[in-house]
T-cell receptor, first 111, second 113 residues
Framework: DAKTTQPPSMDCAEGRAANLPCNHSTISGNEYVYWYRQIHSQGPQYIIHGLKNNETNEMASLIITEDRKSSTLILPHATLRDTAVYYCIVPYGGSQGNLIFGKGTKLSVKP | DADVTQTPRNRITKTGKRIMLECSQTKGHDRMYWYRQDPGLGLRLIYYSFDVKDINKGEISDGYSVSRQAQAKFSLSLESAIPNQTALYFC????????????FGDGTRLSIL
């Protein structure tokens, strides 16, 4: 089983911020949190990852709580093309080889 | 990610045939991975390789074998394909520095009749 818990689905209005939550209460001190998304049957697309500090890149922002037990992925201005399944992943044992993809959150961006 | 190329993109074959799926990358990464995805499910790790001489079994390696021919190439073989190996197969790569994310190819859709 995945080490993370995500809501199965969320809706967001086009142009608004999409905030996707993730719980990872058993995360260890040196384990990263990774976010990927998968559009239909395409290959998973890397979005962002973080350890302790909040992170931002051209795609999204990642907010990690101080106790590191949860995080939120923020898509600041969602578009229809952001409709996808979003996966929050904490690898088992910290090894990059053990990315366990759970069921993720199906984000639907609506006009 | 165009830096990770999988061939073929689609393949239909019969039970008992030997199949090879190929993955090549131009990212210069040491680590490569093979996953499969079944409809409505997440990805499951089949094999991974941290360098040319290091190959490891993943969660579901039975019925599969791999070959790391070079840093840039990692092949997945099904020696005798069976219908329940029908799935989407993805290759991924990552750097070896702690925390480096994996980057995925566009996948191979494999159907075994």
């Amino acid at each position: 089983d995945a080490k993370t818990t995500q809501p199965p689905s969320m809706d967001c209005a086009e142009g608004r911020a999409a905030n996707l939550p993730c719980n990872h209460s058993t995360i260890s001190g040196n384990e990263y949190v990774y976010w990927y998304r998968q559009i239909h049957s395409q290959g998973p697309q890397y979005i962002i990852h973080g350890l302790k500090n909040n992170e931002t890149n051209e795609m999204a922002s990642l907010i990690i709580t101080e106790d590191r037990k949860s995080s939120t992925l923020i898509l600041p201005h969602a578009t229809l093309r952001d409709t996808a399944v979003y996966y929050c992943i904490v690898p088992y044992g910290g090894s990059q080889g053990n990315l366990i993809f759970g069921k993720g959150t199906k984000l639907s961006v609506k006009p | 990610d165009a830096d990770v190329t999988q061939t073929p993109r689609n393949r239909i074959t019969k039970t008992g045939k030997r199949i090879m799926l190929e993955c090549s990358q131009t990212k210069g990464h040491d680590r490569m991975y093979w996953y499969r995805q079944d409809p409505g499910l997440g990805l499951r790790l089949i094999y991974y390789s941290f360098d040319v001489k290091d190959i490891n079994k993943g969660e579901i390696s039975d019925g599969y074998s791999v070959s790391r021919q070079a840093q840039a190439k990692f092949s997945l073989s099904l020696e005798s394909a069976i219908p329940n190996q029908t799935a989407l197969y993805f290759c991924a790569t990552s750097g070896s520095t702690w925390g480096q994310p994996q980057h995925f190819g566009d996948g191979t859709r494999l159907s075994i009749l």
